[in-house]
């Protein structure tokens, strides 16, 4: 079964730092990653994603994440955090079907909190 | 505008007391799905369904209910409701691409639930 882990589930920088948010995966198939944003009352929504091809991904707001299967990583980096980027964030996988199934897996939950 | 929309947003019910949350998208979407959220264990998923009449468990179906007679519409029903399901809901919604979801899920503002 996939399974997802955040490392941390509070992170505070500080206005202008770097930003790194930790997630390690459990696969047994090639993993389809996500990264989503949650604001405060908000739904989710999408920063980035990978399925195949380039593992460095860019996404929204100045993120980006480095696949990396050796480490089973797919950590969340953006290189100066801004007031706004103060959000809960959440890494996920999904099932490709290979093992009948098309779950989606959603990690805990790292809340991140930008000091000025 | 492409959305999913959830109604209701916020309901307060007593144990026992059956209801359903609708969730509803306008972007011809087929895979749909339904989510927990509770505060440190992120997010749950509890059902899924690829299509019309197409549903299955995600990891925390116990208490629920899902129903998919249309492809626009994906109904939670919480047929005998407990406090234990107090929560925070959402729906989402994906296209579907060639050999699993690797799509990214569009998410539904979220249905606040209190089970007293």
């Known amino acids: 079964a996939q399974s997802v882990t955040q490392l941390g589930s509070h992170v505070s920088v500080s206005e202008g730092a770097l930003v790194l948010l930790r997630c390690n995966y459990s696969?047994?198939?090639?993993?389809?990653l996500f990264w989503y944003v949650q604001y405060p009352n908000q739904g989710l929504q999408l920063l980035l994603k990978?399925?195949?091809?380039?593992?460095l991904v860019k996404g929204i707001n100045g993120f980006e994440a480095e696949f990396k299967k050796s480490e089973t990583s797919f950590h969340l980096t953006k290189p100066s955090a801004h007031m706004s980027d103060a959000a809960e964030y959440f890494c996920?996988?999904?099932?490709?079907?290979?093992?009948?199934?098309?779950?989606?897996?959603f990690g805990t939950g790292t809340r991140l909190k930008v000091l000025a | 505008e492409a959305q999913v929309t959830q109604n209701p947003r916020y309901l307060i019910t007593v144990t026992g007391k059956k209801l359903t949350v609708t969730c509803s998208q306008n972007?011809?979407?087929?895979?749909m799905s339904w989510y927990r959220q509770d505060p440190g264990l992120g997010l749950r998923q509890i059902y899924y369904?690829?299509?019309?009449?197409?549903?299955d468990k995600g990891d925390v179906p116990e208490g629920y209910k899902v129903s998919r007679k249309e492809k626009r519409n994906f109904p939670l029903i919480l047929e005998s409701p407990s406090p234990n399901q107090t929560s925070l809901y959402f729906c989402?919604?994906?296209?579907?691409?060639?050999?699993?979801?690797?799509?990214?899920?569009?998410f539904g503002p979220g249905t606040r639930l209190t089970v007293t």
């Open positions: 989402a919604s994906s296209a579907q691409s060639a050999g699993g979801t690797r799509r990214e899920q569009y």
């Open positions: 990978y399925t195949t091809g380039a593992t």
């Open positions: 696969s047994s198939v090639p993993p389809y």
């Open positions: 996920a996988v999904s099932d490709n079907g290979a093992s009948g199934t098309y779950k989606y897996i």
């Open positions: 369904s690829m299509n019309v009449e197409v549903t």
């Open positions: 972007m011809n979407h087929e895979y």
